[in-house]
Structure formats: C-alpha cells, structure tokens
C-alpha cells in the first residue's frame, strides 16, 4: 500500500471515530454554497417525490440545486448511491464540479476514500458517480438511490429505458432536469403524458430573479424567437422549416427491419 493511500485510509478510520456532525438538510447544503436557494429551488430541496420533472429555462439554477441534492444524499443518507447522468463529458464533468464545490464548502464532513475527475466514494459507505450518456460502465449500476439526469432532454431514450430498472429494487429518486429539446424523446413524452406519478416543475427565464428583463429582450432579438422560445420559455418546439412532426418522424423508424447493407458494406 502506497504512503497516500495509507493516509487516506488513516484520514477515514479518523472520521469514523469522531461524533459525527448533527445531519444538514438539503437546503442548509445550499446555502454552505452561499446561495439562498429561490422558493423553487426550495420546494424541490425539500421534496419527497419519487420522481420529479425540471423544465428550466438556461441559466435558472437547476443544475445547482440538484448538486445540493446529490450532496445531500451522498453525505447525510448514507450509505446512498447518486449517479449524475448528463449528455457528455463536458457536462458529466460541469455537474460533479458544483457537487465538489459544495463538498468543499461543507468542510469534507466525511473523509472521502475514492476521489476521482468523475467518482466519490466516502468512508460512510456513500458513492457519487458522473457519467457521460456514452459512458459503457453505465449499465452496470444497480441498487441507485438518486438518480440526475442533467439536460435531460438530450440523453438517448434507450439509455434512459436502460437506467431507470436501477431505481426498482432501492425505490430511489429519479430527477429529470433539462430545457427542452423539441416535442420528441422521453423528457417531452414524460411532461407531457406521464401521467401523476411525476412532480413537475417548470420555471422560465422570466421566473428567475438573477436574468433581467432587459437582458432577455436583447437576447430574443439576438437569437430569435425560436431559440428564445426553447431556451428560456420552456416551450417543446418543433423545427420552424420541419415538413413532418417530431411524433411522426420518431413513429417511422423500426428496430425489427434490417438494414439494406451491413454498416462494413458502407465502408470506402
Ligand atoms: N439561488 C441562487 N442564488 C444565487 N445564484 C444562483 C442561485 N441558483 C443558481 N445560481 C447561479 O446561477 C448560475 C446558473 O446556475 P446553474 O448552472 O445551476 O443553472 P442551469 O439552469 O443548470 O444552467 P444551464 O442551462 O446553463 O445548464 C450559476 O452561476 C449559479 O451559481
Ligand atoms: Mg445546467
């Protein structure tokens, strides 16, 4: 065993032996990252359903209010599992950042034993995973306890089919968190269709005190009505020069016919 490891080996066994600090809700988390969460952010930090629904204009904060989630969860539900499951690297890496900031701002209440880019696993049994929807590992988790999907809307639908069976056996969290990204995919479908078992929240640009109303207008006239309409109204919009519907364009593709050439056929 190396000399670090030894260390951080000797840093747990220490934590396991001091009083262990009284439990923080998740909004006392938030605020150890010196914000006051908005009532929003509020009742989602204090929410106990099972499955919640986040449609958020850019820039509202969902991604750190979910960070304080999974923080919460990681330190004072132990021993908990959180994946943070995003569309990319560059978003797997952004999300488990804010987690580490609150981490830090908190003092590292319980000695970590793992740290990675990506991964923390603390000497109270708890892990905190970041995983880029390409990310081959995902399928391997089971027995979740929280589960973020960040920019929700951009994660394949058979990925999410393939994650959520985690939650089953744990009866764990599932937060769906994103701006919209047309009337297609499993964000669109479980806003709008999936029925009561979801709590929705749904907060647009105007709604966040921190984006001014004369940075908007600037913006809309800067992007368009279309983006500004996707980006900061939390409207499913379809393509403006789109012949078919996004429902109509999904419906016409099938898993059970072959393909006309194998993908190596196509090779040069
Ligand atoms: N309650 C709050 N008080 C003060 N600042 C906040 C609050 N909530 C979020 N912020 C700040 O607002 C900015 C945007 O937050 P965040 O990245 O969480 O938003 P987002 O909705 O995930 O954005 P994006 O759409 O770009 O992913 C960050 O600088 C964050 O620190
Ligand atoms: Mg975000």
Redesign the pocket.
């Given at each position: 065993m190396t000399l670090q490891a030894l260390e951080k080996r000797a840093a747990a066994l220490w934590h396991r032996l001091e009083p262990p600090a009284a439990p923080l809700t998740a909004v006392e988390v938030?605020r150890a990252?010196?914000?006051?969460?908005?009532p929003w952010?509020r009742r989602v930090l204090e929410s106990e359903a099972p499955q919640m629904i986040l449609l958020?204009?850019?820039?509202?904060?969902?991604?750190?209010?979910?960070?304080a989630l999974a923080m919460h969860a990681t330190l004072y539900r132990p021993p908990s599992l959180v994946l943070c499951l995003s569309p990319s690297q560059r978003?797997s890496v952004?999300l488990y950042r804010?987690c580490m900031q609150l981490f830090r701002a908190l003092g590292e209440p319980v000695a970590p034993v793992i740290q990675t880019r990506l991964e923390l696993e603390l000497a109270n049994g708890s892990r905190l995973v970041a995983l880029p929807s390409g990310e081959s590992k995902i399928r391997g988790f089971s027995g979740v306890d929280l589960l973020l999907c960040?920019?929700a809307s951009r994660i394949p639908d058979a990925l999410y089919q393939s994650v959520r069976p985690m939650l089953a056996v744990s009866g764990g969290q599932l937060v769906l968190?994103s701006?919209p990204f047309g009337k297609r995919g499993f964000f669109h479908h479980e806003w709008t269709e999936g029925g009561a078992s979801w709590e929705r929240t749904k907060i647009t640009a105007h709604d966040c005190?921190?984006i001014s109303a004369a940075w908007l207008a600037q913006e809309r006239a800067t992007i368009g009505d279309w983006w500004f309409s996707q980006?900061y109204l939390c409207s499913f919009e379809e393509a403006e020069d789109q012949l078919f519907h996004d429902h109509d364009i999904d419906a016409a593709f099938s898993d059970t016919i072959a393909p006309l050439w194998a993908p190596e056929a196509m090779q040069p």
């Open positions: 938030a990252g010196g914000l006051e969460p908005d952010q958020c204009s850019r820039q509202s904060g969902k991604s750190t209010t979910t960070a978003q952004e804010k960040d920019e968190l701006t005190p921190r980006e």
